[in-house]
């Protein structure tokens, strides 16, 4: 009777003394004496460890892809730097056998070589059934050259290790020391092609 007394004055004032005779009841300690407000070992709960590790990183802002490059090809420009016909108002004319063909000439340190020696006379031989060719007086200047070119059909060409003009009938491979001095304009080519054997013709500077 007084133990349940004391329980509920206890529950009334503190509810921390409720644990106290608890466990003073279950143990058959006596409930008499001051109540210090300890409690038992058993009765202390340690708080929960807090988690290790570093927060994960915030990523802001924008995540910018690496450019690509842009390279701008210039539509007057062929390897070598040279300026290709569209840009060239230079013109020579090429007459032989009572035909005339055209050729729009490149700009480049060869080509105006070449042009200071015009009017010309001289003589053109086939070669490989896939040119024309002559044998210039002097050499070209090369400055600034290419090391070599791919011609096409129609390319007037000067062949440096030679010496030599080469007027291209045919399609032909890269070549070393092949440098494009100007191209023939439409119809031109075929009538070069048609022609066998050595034959003369004559060049001369248009504009």
Do not use: C
Request: aromatic content about 8%.
């Amino acid at each position: 009777m007084k133990k349940n007394l004391a329980l509920a004055l206890a529950t009334a004032l503190d509810p921390v003394l409720v644990v106290f005779f608890i466990q003073s009841s279950l143990d058959g300690s006596p409930v008499s004496g001051a109540y210090d407000g300890t409690l038992h070992p058993a009765e202390v709960q340690s708080p929960a460890p807090a988690e290790s590790g570093p927060a994960p990183a915030t990523v802001t802002g924008t995540v910018r892809e690496p450019a690509e490059d842009t390279v701008t090809i210039n539509e007057n420009q062929i390897a070598g730097g040279d300026t290709v016909s569209a840009g060239s108002t230079v013109r020579i004319k090429i007459t032989f056998n009572d035909e005339e063909v055209m050729v729009r000439m490149h700009d480049n340190p060869t080509t105006r070589d070449f042009l200071a020696m015009l009017p010309l006379t001289v003589t053109l031989e086939d070669y490989a059934g896939t040119e024309k060719i002559t044998r210039l007086s002097k050499r070209l200047s090369t400055k600034d050259a290419p090391a070599g070119s791919d011609p096409s059909v129609g390319d007037f060409t000067y062949y440096s290790p030679w010496g030599n003009i080469a007027i291209f009938y045919q399609d032909f491979g890269y070549a070393d020391g092949l440098i494009i001095l100007g191209s023939i304009e439409p119809g031109g080519v075929e009538k070069v092609a048609r022609m066998n054997g050595d034959f003369t013709v004559t060049m001369e500077r248009l504009g």
